[in-house]
């Protein structure tokens, strides 16, 4: 009985678990981690997957109303024809800055105005030298006053006196010299005085007769030179005072402002963080264009001025007309696509630049009316579902509302809603939403 009880006794000399408590937690964390991973990997797969679906391509008949065959619809965006980036001519800081985005402008309209100080001061300085050069024109175009000629020639009558009676001092020291009475040295110092006079007489009768005749023309040339430089610099720096006023080149609205009053504006580099390259960007919005990037599958469908009906999904009831007006020269080779620009003939408000649009693209070279009774579009009734239908666009699920109109043998009358062209989805699945990828299966035409 004692030796039973001995080996129940708990030996405490044995060592314990000593395993950390932190080593657990990594490990059911990294557990988690690991759960979380796969759950996020498997819905991100889930959400992403492209959904296989059927496609028919949308013929309308010809039978409902006479109108052009459409040979192919195609989706793009709207762009303004010519978006422009108006930046200044100077350099200079934002003073005031008057229109804000969404505002229409007139061609010439001050939208900028930046700081003019120094090209006012550059002005001026430029002003006053020309003003010194044109004075300083006039004088020698003018030739010399009457006072100066008569200065110049009391001046030269002064000195001539004064050599005659240097040649008369002279002959009576010569005279005196001969007859042993003065020196010869007093004869000397009269013949330098007679020809110091007689030199003085001779510069002040060429200075008479220059100002008599006034400036020379080469020197008249050389300062007409001169004013018209100043002439152009006051021009230069009046066309610098002036750019500081930034105006509208065209009739537009403004899609974007990029400055604010204090801001700097710069003609040369533009950093991340440094002074701005432009101040707004303003485009004509009645010069819109539709872009499309068309397959090359589907390019020989198409050619210059060829005509369609453009829709948008924001206003899917509004219809404009719409011609072909440029075709890239070249093709997109990662993309296999061309690019095709579509100019809208009657735009409106309503329409955005970067919008999405759809152009449906007729076979005949007549004009198509937008108003003109539409052909018949019969779909099989599978595809709709809930008052609507999927298109398939750019590898994605895309729902158009639709109007239906009687059964047919053939399908359901689409009254609103196609325009013929579309890509179709037949059967869609239960859980289909709108932008969902998709995977097309080769279908039939309907």
Do not use: C
């Not at 158009?400 to 609103?416: H, K, L």
């Amino acid at each position: 009985m004692d030796a039973d009880l001995r080996s129940l006794r708990i030996d405490r000399s044995r060592p314990s678990d000593t395993r950390p408590r932190w080593a657990v937690r990594w490990i059911v964390a990294g557990i988690a981690l690991f759960v979380l991973l796969v759950a996020g990997r498997l819905l991100w797969s889930r959400l992403n997957s492209a959904v296989e679906v059927e496609v028919v391509r949308v013929v309308p008949s010809e039978s409902g109303g006479g109108g052009p065959r459409i040979v192919l619809n195609a989706t793009g965006y709207i762009v303004a024809a010519h978006k422009i980036e108006l930046a200044s001519k100077v350099m200079g800081r934002v003073a005031w800055i008057g229109v804000d985005k969404g505002d229409k402008v007139k061609a010439g309209q001050v939208i900028v105005r930046l700081e003019d100080d120094e090209y006012r001061a550059q002005l001026q300085q430029a002003r006053g030298q020309l003003a010194a050069l044109e004075a300083r024109l006039q004088e020698l175009l003018r030739g010399s006053r009457p006072e100066e000629i008569a200065m110049a020639k009391a001046n030269l009558e002064q000195a001539q006196a004064e050599l005659e009676n240097a040649r008369v001092s002279l002959e009576r020291t010569r005279k005196l010299v001969a007859e042993k009475v003065l020196s010869q040295q007093a004869l000397d110092d009269a013949q330098a005085r007679y020809e110091a006079q007689k030199a003085r007489v001779a510069s002040l009768e060429r200075n008479y007769e220059l100002v008599r005749i006034g400036p020379r023309q080469e020197q008249i040339d050389a300062v007409r030179g001169q004013v018209e430089q100043a002439r152009g610099a006051v021009a230069f720096y009046e066309t610098q005072l002036a750019n500081t006023l930034i105006r509208a080149p065209i009739s537009g609205t403004i899609l974007e402002r990029e400055v604010e009053p204090g801001e700097f504006v710069t003609t040369s580099f533009v950093g991340e963080r440094g002074a701005k390259g432009y101040v707004v960007s303003l485009a004509d919005l009645n010069d819109l264009e539709v872009e499309l990037d068309i397959s090359q599958n589907d390019f020989a469908k198409l050619r210059p001025k060829q005509k369609g009906i453009v829709t948008t999904d924001a206003y899917p009831d509004r219809k404009y007309e719409g011609v072909i007006s440029q075709i890239s020269p070249e093709a997109n080779r990662q993309k296999a696509t061309v690019q095709v620009k579509v100019k809208i003939l009657n735009p409106d408000e309503y329409l955005r630049p970067e919008m999405n649009a759809s152009v449906a693209f007729y076979s005949d070279e007549e004009r198509h009316d937008a108003a003109a009774p539409r052909p018949t579009i019969v779909v099989p009734t599978s595809a709709v579902r809930d008052g609507g239908v999927f298109v398939a666009l750019g590898g994605r699920a895309v729902r158009r509302p639709v109007r239906t109109g009687p059964p047919t043998g053939q399908g359901i009358r689409i009254e609103d809603g196609l325009l013929g062209g579309e890509d179709l989805i037949v059967n869609p699945p239960a859980e289909l939403k709108d932008g969902d990828r998709i995977r097309i299966r080769k279908g039939h035409a309907s």
